[in-house]
């Protein structure tokens, strides 16, 4: 899609309308569409002149076509636009495409020559206001710029049926006058208009619809006119001498005729149609039309008054162009101008994408954040890229990483570590496939500070979970489990000095007795830190108890000295004759300042290595009876 | 005194546990049972321990060790906080830096050693690509890391001037810019749109009309994006706009970071420009990052192969449906891609997890194939499409291949089984008899698995999650000493005690102070996967070797049942046996009825290193077949936490 319009639809061009492949052909896109309406009148054009609606031959394709804006009306939605199309097949459908709902656009997009192939030498809408002056707009679309001047009683008027508004000549002189130009002056050609005649008939002489010569009377150059004695098509023209050549059709009043005349001077062939319908074939000379400096015309006046008027009636859409039309040309522009709804047909509106913040919850600082932004509504060509903006639209983030928070533009997964409280900000930005772009603003809240969960409440059987599974029973006196004494994991075992020497309740153990046998050397091990001048020592040791769940001995290992850094101490308890259970005790003795962390405590049976290098094994055969 | 009248049978061979087997088929010496335990020619004993390499005190999910002319180093990643860490091993005292800041997406990196750089993908839980791809390199005395495919910028300098007369053509040219970053990488023309994508399109090169007779001086004037070391001009010819050269000599260095003036004078015919100018028209298709640098792909996995990088990554269609894709750079270019002709997809687009290169061959896994293709010398997307070298075998984990410090062979974790791989599959994997074992590896936790290599003790390891868990619990281990056959591999199943295993990796070991025969020995590396030290595997040498972090090693060995195979079926009295024996520590010692229906605890052992025992144990089993299970350094207080209820 193209880049920053935001709605697009489809133009298919019925192949069965198009009665030739053709190529460079200017469609005229014609009709009132509620969503060409500009916004402030409820539809979805941001440019009063329609400057935002643009047209391409592809939806991926950001490269325009040439088109020509004839009328816009932003009120109704009315258009008529002249698009070239580089082809159109009468095969299969040719679909192009139009844009439109771009905010930033100002400025028109199209290329007024560029859309009438370089056979055209004049092209003329004969619509509009002309700057004000209140003549219709005689400007020629071509590069050729074959402008021509409005005089007389000439006016726009609306007409049914044909393109926009078209000329209302009054026959009495009034037309159109192209200053002599010799991109006018060429031998094969041809030449295209819509007629409604209002007023011929009566008068002897003809009634000029176009001329590129001095007067009636034909000493150079040629004229097309309208008889008024017989109400034939009359075409003169002077090649050393008149030639004078009269169609077959008559025109009658309040009828609207497609008129085209082909002259192929090559050929000497003269070819004259009405609507999509070839009425005549005329043989000429082959001798070349003389021309002078002679002004164009369309629809009178001649020079020098001769003609006594002119015209009468409406005339639209006037066209000079180099080369013999052919049929194929001719009946489709009829088809075209004629019938435009049946000509093309419109799609529904291709939405594109809209990014979407997806509502990201708020977090919390130092707690783990994450966020998928969801895949953007409405369309679009995946894969879809993201990416953040400050707020203010200007540059983006760098790393796309917002208090810590980054985004990955592939995922659309946004995810960190919050690094302060507050309130953010920003803009997602989003790519689709195709580098058609959508951003939506959005914002998070980062709230205060981690809230340690509650210690478990010391005293009478509380705590956590001990060695093997158990619950450590863990008194009154100094004793907690903390997040803070956390070696690895979550919680480690704290106590802190209640000032004494001797400290009641010194020491917890577990409620997870240990099946054990005599003889056993139990390698037993926890690693402890120090804090605030933390002294005394800390020992790990079981208790032990015989079959009879009597309690036999209790044995320590205790650490010496008093690190700050979490060190581990180790050693050996042999299980004593008679023991079967095993309680592990942790207690702290002559803990005097500070505070202890204990945490990781662990037996293992004894260590050491071994290698086996044979086994000699005994046996018997089994006899029951032994 | 034994009976003398008693039958009696002697093993003086000890092998690897068969676990697949009925305990009846096992044949010994093969064993029913081996945990942390190693094979040497008639005896079976506790394997070494690991002891503390390095205390960086943190949690690593990937480590490499990058041997280069800037030294002997370690690379890991930090799982804490997604960040990337260097360690010099030789240093006196190895004190980790922090290469790539925490701000990564992932669960580990994958590493490829490009000489005096290292390039690095980053994959999550899923296997898939996580961060953008970044290259770690040495400049001005420190180690830096920049993404790949960094990108092309938005400054636009305007028109140069001709200072003096000179023999520029005259008439229209182009001219543009590249960037040369530290990383290595030349990236595509300078000025971009810096709408999108960076693509041809969005390339806004600057008119310049030579008037003929002139040189040209460009100034470009404006603040050089991080890792820019130099800007090189490129320039078109009149009569080819389209055709972008270097223009010789017309570069200048710069300084990234940094609002920096420099005016390159350049002097060049159109004729000389097309015959000396370096073709620069293929950079307008690079595939970089957009301006911003955002990343345009997220590869899971790099790796060499040949004068090529490969970067596995996903792609998707314009539908959103993801294909595996391998990005392959241009030779000796290693970020040089673009997307339509540096691609290598596997046929009906398939998934990959990831790659090796072998003997020329770059072989693709997927999760269940495996695919080959070779480098034709030309670009990727004109390679032969990739073969089929397997369709049931792949492997799920994006360190799920690996190839032997020799190049030679690889190895490939599949999902059913271990496999060593030398360009094809084997019958069976050397895994086959310890099926029950590796089929207890968390296939959904295929992130962590990893395999490394070390031939200098003949062993393959094999790092997973078993039994469900999500983080690596065990180490498989295989001694391919007598070969690579299912039936010759001996196994062993290593786990540590109070050390939760991160990562590993085969490292030269440079420390100092390190016991005689130790120093540059290579030797598998253990790395936490919580805050605690690095360790190395003991040698014979070490003062202490068998211990793990100053913790008992728990080994376990069960032989094979007495008598042998050919006895089956008969019911017999088991009296007793003679343990040829030595160590230190106590040895306990239970002998097992078939299939442990019974059991004799017998009299612990205290054990010897010199002389070693021969205690004689007395039991009294009445079954077909015997074990002797031989444990020491049991845990029979696995956690120690404290945590609430």
């Given at each position: 899609?193209?880049?920053?319009?935001?709605?697009?639809?489809?133009?298919?061009?019925?192949?069965?309308?198009?009665?030739?492949?053709?190529?460079?052909?200017?469609?005229?896109?014609?009709?009132?569409?509620?969503?060409?309406?500009?916004?402030?009148?409820?539809?979805h054009?941001?440019?009063?002149?329609?400057?935002?609606?643009?047209?391409?031959?592809?939806?991926?394709?950001?490269?325009?076509?040439?088109?020509?804006?004839?009328?816009?009306?932003?009120?109704?939605?009315?258009?008529?636009?002249?698009?070239?199309?580089?082809?159109?097949?009468?095969?299969?459908?040719?679909?192009?495409?139009?844009?439109?709902?771009?905010?930033?656009?100002?400025?028109?997009?199209?290329?007024?020559?560029?859309?009438?192939n370089?056979?055209?030498?004049?092209?003329?809408?004969?619509?509009?206001?002309?700057?004000?002056?209140?003549?219709?707009?005689?400007?020629?679309?071509?590069?050729?710029?074959?402008?021509?001047?409005?005089?007389?009683?000439l006016?726009?008027?609306?007409?049914?049926?044909?393109?926009?508004?078209?000329?209302?000549?009054?026959?009495?002189?009034?037309?159109?006058?192209?200053?002599?130009?010799?991109?006018?002056?060429?031998?094969?050609?041809?030449?295209?208009?819509?007629?409604?005649?209002?007023?011929?008939?009566?008068?002897?002489?003809?009634?000029?619809?176009?001329?590129?010569?001095?007067?009636?009377?034909?000493?150079?150059?040629?004229?097309?006119?309208?008889?008024?004695?017989?109400?034939?098509?009359?075409?003169?023209?002077?090649?050393?001498?008149?030639?004078?050549?009269?169609?077959t059709?008559?025109?009658?009043?309040?009828?609207?005729?497609?008129?085209?005349?082909?002259?192929?001077?090559?050929?000497?062939?003269?070819?004259?149609?009405?609507?999509?319908?070839?009425?005549?074939?005329?043989?000429?000379?082959?001798?070349?039309?003389?021309?002078?400096?002679?002004?164009?015309?369309?629809?009178?006046?001649l020079?020098?008054?001769?003609?006594?008027?002119?015209?009468?009636?409406?005339?639209d859409?006037?066209?000079?162009?180099?080369?013999?039309?052919?049929?194929?040309?001719?009946?489709?522009?009829?088809?075209?101008?004629?019938?435009?709804?049946?000509?093309?047909?419109?799609?529904?509106?291709?939405?594109?994408?809209?990014?979407?913040?997806?509502?990201?919850?708020?977090?919390?600082?130092?707690?783990?954040?994450?966020?998928?932004?969801?895949t953007?509504?409405?369309?679009?060509?995946?894969?879809?890229?993201?990416?953040?903006?400050?707020?203010?639209?200007?540059?983006?983030?760098?790393?796309?990483?917002?208090?810590?928070?980054?985004?990955?533009?592939?995922?659309?997964?946004?995810?960190?570590?919050?690094?302060?409280?507050?309130?953010?900000?920003?803009?997602?930005?989003?790519?689709d496939?195709?580098?058609?772009?959508?951003?939506?603003?959005?914002?998070?809240?980062?709230?205060?500070?981690?809230?340690?969960?509650?210690?478990?409440?010391?005293?009478?059987?509380?705590?956590?979970?001990?060695?093997?599974?158990?619950t450590?029973?863990?008194?009154?006196g100094?004793?907690?489990?903390?997040?803070?004494?956390?070696?690895?994991?979550?919680?480690?075992?704290?106590?802190?000095?209640?000032?004494?020497d001797?400290?009641?309740?010194?020491?917890?153990?577990?409620?997870?007795?240990?099946?054990?046998?005599?003889?056993?050397?139990?390698?037993?091990?926890?690693?402890?830190?120090?804090?605030?001048?933390?002294?005394?020592?800390?020992?790990?040791?079981?208790?032990?108890?015989?079959?009879?769940?009597?309690?036999?001995?209790?044995?320590?290992?205790?650490?010496?000295?008093?690190?700050?850094?979490?060190?581990?101490?180790?050693?050996?308890?042999?299980?004593?004759?008679?023991?079967?259970?095993?309680?592990?005790?942790?207690?702290?003795?002559?803990?005097?300042?500070?505070?202890?962390?204990?945490?990781?405590?662990?037996?293992?049976?004894?260590g050491?290595?071994?290698?086996?290098?044979?086994?000699?094994?005994?046996?018997?055969?089994?006899?029951?009876?032994? | 005194?034994?009976?003398?009248?008693?039958?009696?049978?002697?093993?003086?061979?000890?092998?690897?546990?068969?676990?697949?087997?009925?305990?009846?088929?096992?044949?010994?010496?093969?064993?029913?049972?081996?945990?942390?335990?190693?094979?040497?020619?008639?005896?079976?004993?506790?394997?070494?321990?690991?002891?503390?390499?390095?205390?960086?005190?943190?949690?690593?999910?990937?480590?490499?060790?990058?041997?280069?002319?800037?030294?002997?180093?370690?690379?890991?990643?930090?799982?804490?906080?997604?960040?990337?860490?260097?360690v010099?091993?030789?240093?006196?005292t190895?004190?980790?830096?922090?290469?790539?800041?925490?701000?990564?997406?992932g669960?580990?990196?994958?590493?490829?050693?490009?000489?005096?750089?290292?390039?690095?993908?980053?994959?999550?839980?899923?296997?898939?690509?996580?961060?953008?791809?970044?290259?770690?390199?040495?400049?001005?005395?420190?180690?830096?890391?920049?993404?790949?495919?960094?990108?092309?910028?938005?400054?636009?300098?305007?028109?140069?001037?001709?200072?003096?007369?000179?023999?520029?053509?005259?008439?229209?040219?182009?001219?543009?810019?590249?960037?040369?970053?530290?990383?290595?990488?030349?990236?595509?023309?300078?000025?971009?749109?810096?709408?999108?994508?960076?693509?041809?399109?969005?390339?806004?090169?600057?008119?310049?009309?030579?008037?003929?007779?002139?040189?040209?001086?460009w100034?470009?004037?404006?603040?050089?994006?991080?890792?820019?070391?130099?800007v090189?001009?490129?320039m078109?010819?009149?009569?080819?706009?389209?055709?972008?050269?270097?223009?010789?000599?017309?570069?200048?260095?710069?300084?990234?970071?940094?609002?920096?003036?420099?005016?390159?004078?350049?002097?060049?015919?159109?004729?000389?420009?097309f015959?000396?100018?370096?073709?620069?028209?293929?950079?307008?298709?690079?595939?970089?990052?957009?301006?911003?640098?955002?990343?345009?792909?997220?590869?899971?996995?790099?790796?060499?192969?040949g004068?090529?990088?490969?970067?596995?990554?996903?792609?998707?269609?314009?539908?959103g449906?993801?294909?595996?894709?391998?990005?392959?750079?241009?030779?000796?270019?290693?970020?040089?891609?673009?997307?339509?002709?540096?691609?290598?997809?596997?046929?009906?687009?398939?998934?990959?997890?990831?790659?090796?290169?072998?003997?020329?061959?770059?072989?693709?896994?997927?999760?269940?194939?495996?695919?080959?293709?070779?480098?034709?010398?030309?670009?990727?997307?004109?390679?032969?499409?990739?073969?089929?070298?397997?369709?049931r075998?792949?492997?799920?984990?994006?360190?799920?291949?690996?190839?032997?410090?020799?190049?030679?062979?690889?190895?490939?974790?599949?999902?059913?089984?271990?496999?060593?791989?030398?360009?094809?599959?084997?019958?069976?994997?050397?895994?086959?008899?310890?099926?029950?074992?590796w089929?207890?590896?968390?296939?959904?936790?295929?992130?962590?698995?990893?395999?490394?290599?070390n031939?200098?003790?003949?062993?393959?390891?094999?790092?997973?999650?078993?039994?469900?868990?999500?983080?690596?619990s065990?180490?498989?281990?295989?001694?391919?000493?007598?070969?690579?056959?299912?039936?010759?591999?001996?196994?062993?199943?290593?786990?540590?005690?109070?050390?939760?295993?991160?990562?590993?990796?085969?490292?030269?070991?440079?420390?100092?102070?390190?016991?005689?025969?130790?120093?540059?020995?290579?030797?598998?590396?253990?790395?936490?996967?919580?805050?605690?030290?690095?360790?190395?595997?003991?040698?014979?040498?070490?003062?202490?070797?068998?211990?793990?972090?100053?913790?008992?090693?728990?080994?376990?060995?069960?032989?094979g049942?007495?008598?042998?195979?050919?006895?089956?079926?008969?019911?017999?009295?088991?009296?007793g046996?003679?343990?040829?024996?030595?160590?230190?520590?106590?040895?306990?010692?239970?002998?097992?009825?078939?299939?442990?229906?019974?059991?004799?605890?017998?009299?612990?052992?205290?054990?010897?290193?010199?002389?070693?025992?021969?205690?004689?144990?007395?039991?009294?089993?009445?079954?077909?077949?015997?074990?002797?299970?031989?444990?020491?350094?049991?845990?029979?207080?696995?956690?120690?936490?404290?945590?609430?209820?």
């Amino acid at each position: 899609m193209a880049n920053g319009w935001l709605r697009a639809r489809a133009i298919t061009v019925d192949h069965t309308k198009v009665a030739a492949d053709l190529t460079n052909y200017a469609v005229l896109v014609n009709g009132t569409y509620s969503y060409l309406k500009t916004v402030a009148n409820g539809g979805h054009v941001r440019n009063t002149d329609g400057f935002d609606i643009i047209f391409t031959d592809s939806y991926n394709s950001s490269a325009k076509l040439d088109w020509e804006i004839e009328n816009y009306n932003p009120v109704t939605g009315n258009i008529q636009a002249w698009v070239r199309l580089p082809a159109v097949s009468s095969s299969v459908d040719t679909i192009f495409f139009m844009f439109y709902d771009n905010v930033s656009i100002s400025t028109f997009q199209g290329d007024v020559p560029g859309t009438w192939n370089s056979s055209f030498k004049g092209v003329y809408h004969l619509s509009g206001d002309q700057l004000g002056t209140g003549y219709a707009n005689t400007t020629d679309s071509t590069v050729n710029d074959n402008d021509g001047t409005p005089s007389g009683l000439l006016n726009e008027v609306s007409v049914v049926g044909i393109v926009d508004g078209g000329c209302l000549y009054s026959g009495a002189g009034d037309g159109i006058q192209v200053a002599a130009s010799a991109s006018l002056r060429i031998q094969d050609f041809s030449m295209s208009l819509w007629a409604i005649p209002q007023s011929i008939g009566g008068f002897g002489f003809g009634l000029p619809l176009a001329a590129e010569s001095a007067n009636a009377g034909i000493t150079s150059g040629w004229n097309l006119s309208v008889s008024g004695a017989d109400n034939k098509i009359k075409f003169r023209y002077f090649d050393g001498s008149a030639q004078l050549f009269s169609s077959t059709i008559t025109l009658t009043n309040g009828v609207t005729y497609f008129l085209t005349l082909t002259w192929n001077q090559t050929a000497g062939e003269l070819k004259i149609y009405n609507n999509n319908a070839l009425i005549d074939t005329v043989t000429t000379g082959t001798t070349p039309i003389t021309y002078s400096s002679d002004d164009f015309y369309i629809g009178g006046p001649l020079e020098g008054g001769i003609g006594i008027g002119g015209y009468g009636g409406i005339m639209d859409e006037f066209r000079f162009f180099s080369g013999v039309q052919a049929l194929g040309w001719i009946t489709t522009e009829y088809n075209n101008e004629f019938s435009p709804s049946t000509f093309y047909s419109v799609s529904d509106e291709i939405v594109p994408f809209q990014a979407d913040c997806g509502n990201p919850p708020d977090g919390t600082q130092g707690v783990f954040y994450t966020h998928t932004f969801p895949t953007p509504t409405g369309g679009g060509v995946p894969p879809f890229f993201f990416a953040l903006l400050t707020r203010d639209d200007t540059s983006y983030v760098p790393e796309d990483v917002i208090n810590n928070i980054t985004l990955n533009g592939i995922t659309g997964v946004w995810s960190g570590y919050p690094a302060a409280p507050g309130t953010y900000l920003f803009v997602l930005d989003v790519f689709d496939a195709l580098s058609v772009e959508s951003k939506v603003d959005c914002e998070i809240t980062i709230g205060g500070s981690i809230d340690p969960p509650n210690p478990p409440t010391p005293g009478g059987g509380g705590g956590g979970t001990g060695p093997g599974g158990g619950t450590w029973i863990i008194p009154n006196g100094g004793w907690s489990i903390t997040e803070a004494c956390a070696r690895q994991g979550h919680f480690g075992l704290q106590h802190t000095a209640d000032g004494s020497d001797a400290i009641a309740n010194n020491k917890i153990s577990s409620n997870n007795g240990l099946t054990v046998v005599a003889g056993w050397t139990l390698y037993t091990y926890l690693f402890i830190k120090g804090s605030g001048g933390a002294d005394g020592t800390v020992g790990i040791g079981f208790q032990f108890y015989d079959v009879n769940n009597i309690f036999l001995s209790e044995s320590y290992i205790f650490s010496s000295g008093s690190p700050t850094t979490w060190t581990q101490f180790t050693g050996n308890i042999t299980v004593p004759a008679g023991a079967v259970t095993a309680y592990p005790i942790v207690q702290v003795i002559e803990h005097r300042t500070g505070t202890w962390c204990i945490d990781d405590v662990y037996s293992v049976r004894s260590g050491g290595q071994f290698l086996i290098s044979s086994i000699k094994h005994y046996f018997d055969d089994y006899t029951s009876y032994r | 005194m034994v009976d003398p009248t008693y039958k009696n049978e002697l093993q003086a061979q000890f092998s690897g546990a068969w676990l697949l087997l009925d305990s009846t088929d096992v044949p010994r010496p093969h064993g029913l049972l081996s945990e942390n335990m190693e094979f040497i020619p008639g005896a079976a004993h506790t394997r070494l321990g690991f002891s503390e390499a390095v205390d960086t005190n943190e949690a690593i999910t990937s480590m490499f060790n990058w041997i280069s002319s800037l030294g002997n180093l370690l690379v890991y990643y930090r799982s804490s906080d997604n960040a990337v860490r260097l360690v010099d091993i030789e240093a006196v005292t190895p004190t980790a830096s922090t290469v790539i800041p925490g701000n990564l997406i992932g669960y580990a990196a994958s590493y490829a050693d490009a000489g005096a750089r290292l390039y690095l993908a980053f994959f999550n839980v899923n296997a898939l690509g996580a961060s953008a791809a970044r290259v770690i390199s040495f400049q001005s005395g420190g180690f830096v890391s920049d993404p790949c495919f960094q990108p092309p910028i938005v400054y636009s300098p305007g028109p140069p001037s001709e200072p003096t007369t000179g023999t520029i053509t005259q008439g229209l040219h182009y001219l543009g810019y590249r960037i040369e970053y530290r990383s290595g990488f030349l990236t595509r023309p300078s000025p971009d749109s810096g709408i999108g994508i960076p693509s041809v399109s969005t390339f806004l090169p600057e008119p310049f009309t030579a008037t003929g007779g002139a040189n040209a001086a460009w100034t470009l004037n404006t603040t050089w994006p991080d890792g820019a070391v130099a800007v090189h001009v490129i320039m078109t010819p009149v009569a080819n706009q389209a055709d972008w050269r270097f223009v010789p000599g017309a570069f200048a260095p710069v300084v990234g970071g940094t609002l920096m003036s420099v005016t390159i004078t350049f002097d060049i015919s159109d004729d000389l420009l097309f015959a000396n100018g370096t073709d620069a028209s293929p950079s307008l298709f690079f595939l970089t990052n957009t301006v911003s640098n955002a990343p345009q792909i997220l590869p899971s996995i790099v790796c060499t192969h040949g004068d090529r990088m490969c970067y596995v990554t996903v792609v998707s269609d314009n539908v959103g449906n993801n294909s595996g894709a391998v990005y392959i750079s241009n030779k000796n270019a290693y970020q040089e891609i673009s997307a339509d002709q540096s691609i290598v997809q596997l046929p009906g687009l398939r998934n990959i997890t990831t790659c090796i290169s072998l003997d020329a061959v770059l072989y693709i896994f997927g999760p269940q194939w495996t695919y080959r293709t070779t480098d034709n010398g030309s670009d990727p997307v004109t390679w032969a499409a990739p073969q089929l070298v397997d369709g049931r075998r792949g492997t799920l984990a994006p360190r799920g291949a690996c190839v032997s410090p020799s190049g030679t062979y690889g190895w490939v974790a599949s999902q059913d089984g271990l496999y060593y791989f030398p360009g094809v599959y084997q019958d069976l994997p050397i895994s086959y008899y310890q099926q029950p074992d590796w089929d207890r590896i968390n296939w959904n936790a295929e992130e962590a698995v990893d395999i490394k290599d070390n031939p200098t003790v003949k062993k393959v390891y094999v790092i997973a999650c078993l039994d469900g868990a999500e983080s690596p619990s065990h180490l498989l281990t295989w001694d391919y000493t007598n070969g690579y056959g299912s039936n010759q591999v001996q196994y062993s199943l290593d786990s540590l005690q109070s050390y939760e295993l991160g990562c590993m990796e085969v490292v030269k070991n440079g420390l100092q102070n390190m016991p005689v025969g130790v120093p540059q020995k290579r030797e598998l590396w253990l790395a936490p996967a919580n805050e605690s030290a690095i360790l190395r595997n003991n040698s014979n040498e070490d003062t202490d070797p068998y211990v793990d972090h100053g913790f008992p090693i728990f080994a376990n060995y069960e032989t094979g049942l007495f008598p042998r195979e050919g006895s089956r079926g008969e019911v017999y009295q088991h009296h007793g046996a003679d343990y040829r024996v030595k160590g230190d520590g106590t040895l306990r010692i239970i002998a097992y009825s078939l299939d442990h229906a019974q059991n004799y605890e017998c009299a612990i052992v205290t054990l010897s290193l010199q002389p070693g025992l021969i205690p004689h144990r007395s039991f009294d089993l009445i079954s077909e077949g015997v074990s002797h299970l031989f444990t020491q350094g049991e845990n029979i207080l696995p956690d120690g936490g404290f945590e609430t209820p």
